[in-house]
């Protein structure tokens, strides 16, 4: 087997080539290409937003279209810090958000359920290594209405609650959080694409609702890239990089 990295990025640039054929006019975008469902988040409690925005001066991966408009959260605390104090920065179960439930964004029926990836190791010296055999790591696919998916990835070896097939419900867990795959250090990877294929359908900007949202308290310690002026101004219903975020009326 090759190793996945590559593999994955070359199916991913012929993906993109077959999208340039598919929307040769323009790829989906807020104005009017937006997700015809509002999500919910896809945990309970306050998280943070560390990269993701509907422009290219926030975007998740601006030129991998798939991931376009892609989220990643975790939890960081009133420091700006994504782990506890004075633990192991090199194993996962020293960040705050390992292990938390992972909940579905929507109803819809499960149309992949992956396992077996083991954590990547953290990325302490700034080099990405990847757990397992497929960049996502452990993940789910979702089907929704209007032939949208989403895409739930990095979760915890031995996490993943469902399987390919099952009816899920609007916040049922479907594996906690974890670091499997192409990650630097434990969060959530979460987008929406327009089809079933995570290399040639291209990612939706994905409107939230019922979600409570603010700047998140010291986010420079964790993230030293400047927001752009007015960008948080996109909430709602479209979330950024540097809000916490929660939602309304759950834990």
């Given amino acids: 087997m090759g190793n996945p990295m590559i593999v994955q990025s070359v199916k991913q640039i012929a993906g993109m080539a077959l999208m340039a054929l598919r929307f ?11 997700s015809r469902i509002c999500y919910a988040l896809p945990f309970d409690g306050a998280w943070s937003v560390l990269n993701g925005g509907v422009t290219e001066e926030t975007s998740h991966s601006w030129d991998v279209w798939t991931q376009r408009y892609a989220y990643d959260f975790l939890v960081l605390d009133e420091a700006g810090s994504s782990r506890r104090p004075a633990a192991d920065p090199s194993h996962p179960a020293s960040y705050f958000c390992y292990g938390l439930p992972v909940l579905a964004p929507a109803d819809g029926t499960v149309v992949e359920a992956h396992e077996g990836c083991p954590d990547a190791p953290v990325a302490l010296d700034g080099r990405l290594r990847v757990g397992g055999d497929d960049i996502r790591g452990n993940h789910v696919v979702i089907e929704h209405a209007h032939g949208e998916f989403s895409c739930l990835a990095h979760l915890a070896a031995g996490s993943v609650a469902v399987r390919t097939g099952e009816a899920v419900a609007c916040g049922q867990p479907v594996g906690r959080c974890g670091s499997s795959g192409a990650s630097t250090e434990p969060h959530l990877h979460f987008h929406v694409q327009k089809g079933r294929s995570f290399y040639s359908s291209p990612g939706v900007p994905v409107r939230f609702a019922d979600v409570c949202a603010e700047p998140a308290p010291n986010y420079a310690a964790a993230d030293p890239r400047p927001i752009p002026e007015g960008a948080h101004g996109a909430f709602p219903p479209f979330l950024v990089r ?6 309304v009326g759950r834990a």
């Fill in 242 to 247: 540097g809000m916490r975020v929660r939602n």
């Fill in 24 to 34: 040769p006019d323009a790829l989906p975008a807020p104005g009017d290409g937006a």
